[in-house]
């Protein structure tokens, strides 16, 4: 019979040419485990159909190709999950990755900090993994990635370590972010943050005009000056050290030029989100917007 890894392979060949099949697939791990984690799928599966609505999961022989990162790191993600189903199901095997090895962990003794933990070791493996097809990728797309890690790194934190997340504001943290919860969408939705359609179309300057005022708040009030300090969590939660290196200087770095790191500064807009930053117990460092007046125009029109 051949070994988990290769079994779990086949798995995602079947339907690495159809969405749906991919989200059924998703799905699968959660319905098929009755009542010991079915509810953890809630986060996982809401940001797959948002991936999924947008194209990005389309083959590349489909008529609106989508994007083989995106498609990548997904199968990381079912590979994992799978390749961990199989080795608990035959209660023996050497898993062929910490990823897998975390998913297992989980479904041994499932809890929200196993769940955090297995789900965003295989996204920070994938991220690791396909840098090469991220450059392909447009500059306002990469942006997203940035985005879309943090914000999984920053709600991990919120469940594990609420007090390095919110401050003196830490109680209600852990049961916000639970995956069982539909809250969690709150923070890991970027519906609310970036077009729906792949492939973006315009700057990173418009995404930013156009992203939803609380998202900003999220990213730049409370996210944003504690970035150094939520990768070292991770980096350590994950048994992953390089992912310290995807910051330059505490400002978001995945396939990220030093040259283009201004970018990042566009949405700090006010004084409003340093108060946010403080009333959780830190400085917002970062340089101002050079875009406040067009972005508060874009708001208010």
Known sequence: MADAAARAEERVEVVRGD???????????YDAASGRFRQYGHAE??????????????????????????????????????????????GSGIPSSHGV???IDFIREPSPTRWYRAHNASIVAGYLKYEDLAEQELKAERFMMNVALLRVIYTHAMLADPR?????????????VDPRHRSVKWFLDLARSFPKNYPIVGSVQEVVFAEHALARMLD????????????EFAAEELDEPQLTSLLDDGVPAYVWSHA?????????????????????GVRLRW??????????KARDG
């Open 260 to 280: 283009d790191r201004e970018v990042w500064f566009i949405g700090n807009t006010g004084p409003h989100l340093r108060a946010i930053a403080r009333v959780t």
């Open 19 to 29: 969405t749906a099949g991919r989200l059924a697939l998703a799905a699968d791990f």
């Open 164 to 176: 390095l997340a919110l401050g003196p504001l830490a109680f209600p943290g852990p049961r916000l």
């Open 220 to 231: 730049y009030g409370l996210i944003a000056p504690r970035l150094p300090a939520l990768y």
């Open 101 to 103: 090895q975390c998913w």
């Open 287 to 296: 340089a101002p917007s050079p875009y406040r007046r067009r972005l508060r």
């Open 45 to 90: 599966l809401s940001f797959m159909r948002w991936s999924a609505a947008r194209g990005v999961l389309e083959p590349e022989s489909s008529d609106r190709a989508g994007s083989a990162w995106w498609r990548s790191v997904n199968e990381v993600l079912l590979r994992d999950k799978i390749e961990a189903g199989l080795l608990t199901d035959d």
